[in-house]
């Protein structure tokens, strides 16, 4: 049987702490969606299309994972294309709150969708998108912390 998960987020823009979660992920699951959210009521700094357009050029082609983004809920989303797992990271005390509370909907609307969580490395412990667009903003090297697709697209924003 082939494991599918999905890793959904927001991805305003992808991290390489998100890179880091999903090049692990691989090594417990054949196939990864990463699912953007689509969400018309919280402001993004990217649309979706350039979100997605950013992680595909990220990943270099990778095989095993696929990039979607849906308007809908994650859990129907993984229903729809039979996925086994979502994931999450980790990165302090304030994301497990967070994500115990999301994982409690989660199976809510469906049991049988299960979540595995991945505690951040600790080198990108600190690292979150808006963190990302705050430093750049002050004219600080985020070099090592994205990948060079997003780093392009973070120059145009200034
Ligand atoms: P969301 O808005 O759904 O939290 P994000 O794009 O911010 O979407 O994050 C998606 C997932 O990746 C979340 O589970 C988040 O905790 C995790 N994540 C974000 N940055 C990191 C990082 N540096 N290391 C590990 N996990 C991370």
Known sequence: MKLIAIYPGSFDPITNGHIDILNRALKL?????????????????????????????????NPHIEVDSTLGLTVHYAEKVGAHALIRGLRAATDFEYEFQINSANRFINPDVESVFFMAKHKFMFVSSSTIKEMVSGGVDVSSLVPEPVLKRLKNLK
């Open 29 to 61: 699951f054949d196939k990864i969606i990463v699912l953007v959210a689509d969400n018309p009521a919280k402001k993004s700094t990217f649309t979706t299309e350039e979100r997605k357009a950013m992680i595909r050029e990220s990943l270099n082609g």
